[in-house]
T-cell receptor, first 115, second 113 residues
Framework: GAGVSQSPRYKVAKRGQDVALRCDPI?????LFWYQQALGQGPEFLTY????????KSGLPSDRFFAERPEGSVSTLKIQRTQQEDSAVYLC?????????????FGSGTRLTVV | KQEVTQIPAALSVPEGENLVLNCSFT??????LQWFRQDPGKGLTSLLL?????REQTSGRLNASLDKSSGRSTLYIAASQPGDSATYLC????????????FGQGTELSVKP
């Protein structure tokens, strides 16, 4: 597609519910990143894929967070047993490569509200 | 640990003013620094990317400078317009960490007509 597509745009979850957030990167982009952005803050790194390999998951805040990209294209970020502190905008970005001159294209994000 | 700080957190100016947004980072071992724009409810749009070997980049009314040794970057916006109202984020890309970006907390800019 022309850009990075994220769904759903908005998600309201009851505390304790599991949620799944989807990211469709630009076709052919090998690198895919997930970021978490709390209200009034800059995005914070969660995890990074190169094709289907998850090369860095150091930013995942707890073992309730899990991300996958099984075929090297679409990625899903899953949050189990959601808590109020998980409320944030979750941004996905993709890049054609990892060389330092490659730019990033961000999706519009999924706004998660845990009530 | 790399930390990125942006000052001011918010800025309100009348239309037509020239303005400067500041970004500082603690570790100079970076590949590049980028400035992004974020409109409410939207994702990030890349404005300018400065490689670590460069001093500045320009695009239209925007000019970004980089002083890696002092850990500072500035984004200069000339002749500001109401359409420039948005949150501006700077981010550094770290060496040997696969493209991960470390963001500042952003400057929320409001340009009044």
């Amino acid at each position: 597609g022309a850009g990075v597509s994220q769904s759903p745009r908005y998600k309201v979850a009851k505390r304790g519910q599991d949620v799944a957030l989807r990211c469709d990167p630009i076709s052919g982009h090998v690198s895919l990143f997930w970021y978490q952005q709390a209200l009034g803050q800059g995005p914070e790194f969660l995890t990074y894929f190169q094709n289907e390999a998850q090369l860095d998951k150091s930013g995942l805040p707890s073992d309730r967070f899990f991300a996958e990209r099984p075929e090297g294209s679409v990625s899903t970020l899953k949050i189990q047993r959601t808590q109020q502190e998980d409320s944030a905008v979750y941004l996905c970005a993709s890049s054609a490569g990892t060389a330092n001159n490659y730019g990033y294209t961000f999706g519009s994000g999924t706004r998660l509200t845990v009530v | 640990k790399q930390e990125v700080t942006q000052i001011p957190a918010a800025l309100s100016v009348p239309e037509g003013e020239n303005l400067v947004l500041n970004c500082s980072f603690t570790d100079s071992a970076i590949y590049n620094l980028q400035w992004f724009r974020q409109d409410p409810g939207k994702g990030l749009t890349s404005l300018l990317l400065i490689q670590s070997s460069q001093r500045e980049q320009t695009s239209g009314r925007l000019n970004a400078s980089l002083d890696k040794s002092s850990g500072r970057s500035t984004l200069y916006i000339a002749a500001s317009q109401p359409g420039d109202s948005a949150t501006y984020l700077c981010a550094v890309r770290l060496r040997n960490q696969g493209g991960k970006l470390i963001f500042g907390q952003g400057t929320e800019l409001s340009v009044k007509p």
